[in-house]
Structure formats: C-alpha cells, structure tokens
C-alpha cells in the first residue's frame, strides 16, 4: 500500500479531531502515522495494518484514560458534585421516621435525612454529606 493513504487518512482524522476535541481519533491519527513509517520502510499490507491497529488501540486505551484526567481538571462541578463531603449545620432535627430534617451547607438550605434510619440528628449539629438523592442531602454523623 502507498504510504499516501495512511498519509490522507492522518490528516482526514487530525482534522476530525480539530473539529470535534473529542480525545478519541487522534490516537487513531498516531496509528496512521505508525502505518506510513512501515509503509515507507516495509511495502507490505499485512504489516501496515497490524500496526496501525495496534499503535491505535494501545494509544486509546493506554494513554487517553491519562489525556482525559489531564485536560479535564478545570471541569465545572455543580452545587450538587460540590456538596458531597462537606461538613453541613443541621437546621432542623433530621428524622427519617418523621419526615424531617432541614440543613445547610455553602449558604444554600437543602432538605437532609440520614444514612441509617435509626439516627437522628439535632438542630446545630454538625453532619457529612454522605450523597444525594434528588433535591435532599443524605447526611452521616463525621
């Protein structure tokens, strides 16, 4: 094969990742690239394949995992993502049985229940954010 194609081809899918930023054809471009050195050196398909399949997949599977944790550090987390963690004043006595339990956290008032169903909390005290459920916080003793 003509090491154009895989020429072409690299820079059909370097534009596609231009275009979409997506991390996922420009590993696929590295195999091209990895193909047209073969192809220059060695004339066979077979190999031209193999490599570009291989090139392209350890590049996507390999380091892409590393690319994304990189480049997608400034990622905006929401109120929600935000809260997990956080220590929270319970406002109203938190009850599962009863119904009730009000809490605040980051100057925002939520809803709150426990994790375990036997414990309550007061109001004033203090509670970790175990998760949420909808708009309430599901809050543990810290």
Sequence with gaps: MYPWFWIILLVI?????GA?????????AGG???AAIVS????????????F????????FFIRPAALRRFNRRRFRSNVEGVVGKTVRILEKVDNLS???RAKVDGMEWAAASTDANVT???DELAVVDRVEGVKLIVKKQ
């Design 13 to 17: 899918l370097l534009i596609v990742e």
């Design 53 to 60: 399949f291989a090139v392209s997949l350890a590049l996507l």
């Design 121 to 123: 909390f007061e109001a």
């Design 32 to 34: 091209a690239l990895a």
């Design 20 to 28: 979409t930023l997506s991390l996922t054809t420009i590993w696929f």
């Design 40 to 51: 220059f050196i060695w004339d066979e398909r077979i190999p031209e394949y193999i490599v």
């Design 99 to 101: 119904g009730t339990g």
